[in-house]
């Protein structure tokens, strides 16, 4: 079964400098997508972005960008300039390529890390 | 609006309640699903429905009771809990395949007296 881990609890920046959240995976499949998502106080689950494993590219979007380590199953996310609104929980989620009918397109999330902004 | 909407937002229940929680998606997906959400615990996958049919139950008790009449509605069925499954219930909508992302409602924070 494929399991996420992210290690840090809770990550405190201060405003416009950069953070990063790590997460590791586990899985035996070669084709998998990797996601992180935002859920602010609001509890709406955003998604921030996303990487195909077949990519080496490292995916990013604006302020956020990932550092992919297929060999080491590893998927950190870099928030770059902090702002006062990138305060909430951060998870990182892994999905089959659901391909298949019945595997569907389910998703498996860490425990996740709070990230705090401070002024 | 995200295009999934839960409701109610909030729901308090007796033991012996029986009340459901809808879902509504307006994204034309064709997949769906149930998360629950506790305190420091990882979100856990519930149940999951493709093209109206259930592909996955994760050992949920049967007091929970999915239901899926469309692809665009989703309905989860509560009856006789307990006071350990208080928690934020996640719906979520997405294509069955393809690279696409998952769609989250809001939630339906469940407290259970």
């Known amino acids: 079964a494929q399991t996420v881990t992210q290690s840090q609890p809770e990550m405190s920046v201060q405003e416009a400098e950069t953070v990063t959240l790590s997460c590791t995976y586990d899985t035996s499949e070669s084709d998998y997508y990797l996601f992180w998502y935002k859920q602010p106080p609001s509890r709406q689950m955003i998604l921030v972005i996303r990487q195909e494993a077949y990519k080496q590219q490292n995916a990013t979007e604006n302020r956020f960008s990932v550092n992919f380590q297929k060999a080491a199953k590893s998927f950190s996310l870099k928030i770059s300039d902090s702002q006062l609104g990138d305060a909430a929980m951060y998870f990182c989620a892994y999905r089959e390529t659901g391909v298949i009918k019945a595997a569907g397109n389910k998703l498996t999330f860490g425990g996740g890390t709070r990230v705090l902004v401070k002024p | 609006e995200t295009g999934v909407t839960q409701t109610p937002r909030h729901l308090v229940m007796g033991m012996t309640n029986k009340k459901s929680l809808k879902c509504e998606q307006h994204?034309?997906?064709?997949?769906m699903y149930w998360y629950k959400q506790s305190a420091k615990k990882p979100l856990e996958l519930m149940f999951v429905y493709n093209f109206k049919e259930q592909t996955e139950n994760n050992s949920v008790p049967s007091r929970f009771s999915p239901e899926c009449p469309n692809s665009s509605h989703l309905f989860l069925h509560l009856h006789t809990l307990q006071p350990e499954d208080s928690a934020l219930y996640l719906c979520?909508?997405?294509?069955?395949?393809?690279?696409?992302?998952?769609?989250f409602g809001q939630g339906t924070r469940l407290t259970v007296v």
């Open positions: 994204l034309g997906h064709n997949a």
């Open positions: 979520a909508s997405s294509q069955v395949s393809g690279n696409t992302e998952a769609f």
